[in-house]
């Protein structure tokens, strides 16, 4: 089902908006099993994309939200789908063919690293270059110079503007998994310790289940999974999560779940 959401303008530039209200429209989990040595991963199939001033939300089977960086460094992604695959493909070609010599940390930092170029980049777009200047290097660097009025209403503009992209990042090395969270604002968030990460609007009934389960990462791989499909259940009662759901089950660095993937459930990023 399509279903189109009009978002609030707080800006309009040579065709260019951007939203104060788009945000992460789905549900992304993570959570290790026996002590880190097995993960499950979960997303529902509701895809955010933009037109203009609105933003339209549908379930979509072929588009995969469990995004392969290499066979153990995974990416679950929330937000407008077009920014969330340009932000992994970059990364993806700036990684190239060393994804398997490169750590888990040093992946999330390349990550990163795209993630706040892009962000950046799409702040230049639609709020510096229609006013005449080149990039936020250059509009800090002259910011003394410029009237005060001008200034306020840039700083505004930049504070209120929502880039709405939240990854969560997993991968296997040295014989467990661990759990990055990657956000707007903040730097990579490990979520190890706790042993779970969510992220979309569904998060917060998502992460509520979990804690009310007693979900502990020394489960076993059953037991994390009756939760973790608990827990993606009870998320749908937030906007923007779909009914679908998109699963992989991890034993090590084996899937166990699915384990004989058709071509047309492979993501078309591999």
Not at 98 to 127: C, M
Request: charged share 25%.
């Amino acid at each position: 089902m399509l279903t189109p959401t009009r978002t609030t303008e707080i800006g309009i530039f040579s065709g260019y908006k951007l939203s104060d209200r788009i945000d992460c429209m789905t549900v992304c989990i993570a959570a290790l099993a026996d002590n880190g040595k097995g993960i499950i991963l979960a997303t529902d199939k509701m895809l955010t994309s933009t037109n203009a001033s609105v933003a339209y939300q549908y379930e979509q089977d072929d588009v995969k939200k469990i995004y392969h960086i290499g066979n153990q460094k995974i990416v679950l992604l929330a937000g407008t789908i077009q920014h969330a695959f340009a932000i992994l493909e970059n990364a993806k070609k700036k990684i190239g063919g060393e994804v398997s010599k490169k750590t888990l940390k040093e992946v999330i930092a390349i990550i990163k690293t795209e993630y706040d170029e892009y962000r950046n980049s799409w702040l230049e777009e639609g709020i510096l270059k229609p006013r005449g200047i080149k990039d936020l290097h250059e509009y800090y660097a002259k910011h003394k110079d410029y009237q005060q009025s001008f200034t306020q209403q840039i700083d505004q503009l930049i504070g209120n503007a929502k880039f709405d992209v939240e990854f969560i990042v997993a991968g296997f090395e040295n014989g467990e998994w661990g759990i990055f969270n990657i956000t707007n604002s903040l730097q990579p968030q490990l979520k190890t310790t706790e042993g779970y990460a969510t992220c979309g609007t569904g998060a917060p009934h998502a992460t509520y289940v979990i804690i009310d389960s007693g979900y502990s990462k020394s489960m076993d791989r059953k037991a994390v999974e009756k939760i973790v499909k608990h827990a993606k259940i009870k998320s749908e009662k937030s906007p923007g999560v779909g009914k679908g759901l998109e699963l992989e089950i991890y034993e090590g660095a084996n899937k166990t779940y699915p384990s004989s993937p058709s071509p047309k459930e492979e993501s078309p990023a591999e």
